[in-house]
């Protein structure tokens, strides 16, 4: 079955730069958007962007846009999640997850366990 | 811009009926919007329970079922159990590659 294994913790000073992958093992990688979403400490779910890795496409939303950047090697079935210039609100569990379907739009289907970036002087 | 609304709370007893909503703080959700929902609880990743409105995830009990109840979406849990004590998370398709998720609803179980 398809599993989603993230990259380890982070910590990482103010201003600089975290990058977070995602390998997709146990089933097909390039045709499936792959989202990130992130969780601040007590805070819901927030969405940060996705890739469909077949076609280069991205999304972020507005709020990192400019900051983050998500790229995919097809070669590893790896998706990459890269946050620039980090601040303390940027502290927080990162979550890849791979859609349900092909078909676009799909939710989140699958799920990462997650990787803790804490962003600290 | 537009926000996704949940109820903060719930409370539910066992063998009870309750159902979340998930709206539009401007226009009314609909199978368009392509609504998730997903149950996480305290230290662990989500879970999917709810796709594409009302298809059930593989593995979830038919106790969770999807729909459209007037303006918004809705995720029902009939018949909860103790272990459906959960953070409950849904979320919508914007348009243009955008997702965006509700706040939240917690559900206690008592």
């Known amino acids: 079955q ?10 990482k000073k103010p201003g600089s730069s975290v990058k977070v992958s995602c390998r997709v093992s146990g089933g097909t990688f390039n045709s499936y958007s792959l989202y990130w979403v992130r969780q601040a400490p007590g805070q819901g779910l927030e969405w940060v962007g996705r ?11 507005q709020k990192v846009q400019g900051r983050v950047t998500i790229t995919a090697d097809k070669s590893t079935s790896t998706a990459y999640m890269e946050v620039n210039s980090l601040r303390s609100d940027d502290t927080a569990v990162y979550y890849c997850a791979r859609a349900y379907d092909v ?9 990462g366990k997650g990787t803790t970036v804490i962003v600290s002087s | ?16 009926t309750v159902t979340l909503t998930c709206g ?13 929902w997903y149950q996480q609880t305290p230290g662990q990743a989500p879970r999917t329970l709810i796709y ?3 298809s059930r995830s593989s593995g979830v009990p038919d106790r969770f079922s999807g729909s459209i109840l007037g303006n918004k979406a809705a995720l029902t849990i009939t018949g909860a159990q103790a272990d459906d004590e959960s953070d409950y998370y849904c979320v919508l398709y914007m348009g243009s590659g955008i997702w965006v998720f509700g706040g939240g609803t917690k559900v206690t179980v008592l």
């Open chain 1, 2 to 11: 398809v599993q989603l294994v993230q990259s380890g913790s982070e910590v």
């Open chain 1, 51 to 61: 890739i469909i890795p077949i076609l280069g496409t991205t999304n972020y939303a």
């Open chain 1, 103 to 111: 078909v676009v739009p799909a939710a989140m289907g699958v799920w």
């Open chain 2, 1 to 16: 811009q537009t926000v996704v609304t949940q109820e903060p709370s719930f409370s539910v007893s066992p063998g009870g």
């Open chain 2, 24 to 36: 539009l703080s401007s226009g009314s959700v609909s199978t368009s919007d392509y609504p998730g």
């Open chain 2, 52 to 54: 594409n409105t009302n």
